[in-house]
């Protein structure tokens, strides 16, 4: 169980650096700090919400959502590191469709740019499989 997440995710709008502190002695995770009104949770408590499906979905959902980001940012760095991610992505869909159209030709640096993007995008699929 990752108290962190947990604590995140039952009291979304508190701040970790504020309300709450975990701390992990080499025997596992506890909180440490506790400074929210409401009373702070037993390690009982936090697992039922660990092990919740509610919880298990969004979570599942957030760390899918990370993963986008980095493999995004993957694609960025490799293909065009000066401009934003779905600006990369979109020129590389502008020059498929005049490529399928028959308006240009693939050029070589094309065909290793979409690779590199095709591959950021597969690693990000195989991480959410694992998930």
């Known amino acids: 169980m990752n108290i962190v997440t947990v604590l995140q995710f039952r009291y979304p709008d508190s701040d970790p650096t504020r309300d709450w502190e975990v701390r992990d002695d080499g025997q596992g995770q506890f909180i440490s700090v506790w400074n929210l009104p409401d009373p702070q949770p037993t390690e009982a408590e936090l697992r039922v919400i660990w092990e919740s499906e509610e919880f298990q979905v969004r979570n599942r959902l957030r760390l899918n959502a990370m993963i986008d980001r980095q493999t995004a940012a993957a694609i960025n760095k490799a293909v065009h590191p000066e401009i934003a991610t779905d600006e990369t992505l979109g020129i590389l869909r502008n020059q498929m469709v005049h490529i399928l159209n028959g ?29």
């Not at 693939?106 to 950021?120: G, P, S, Y």
């Open 103 to 131: 308006d240009m030709v693939a050029t070589e640096d094309f065909k290793r740019l979409n690779e590199i993007a095709i591959a950021a995008i597969e690693a990000g699929a195989v991480k959410k499989a694992a998930l």
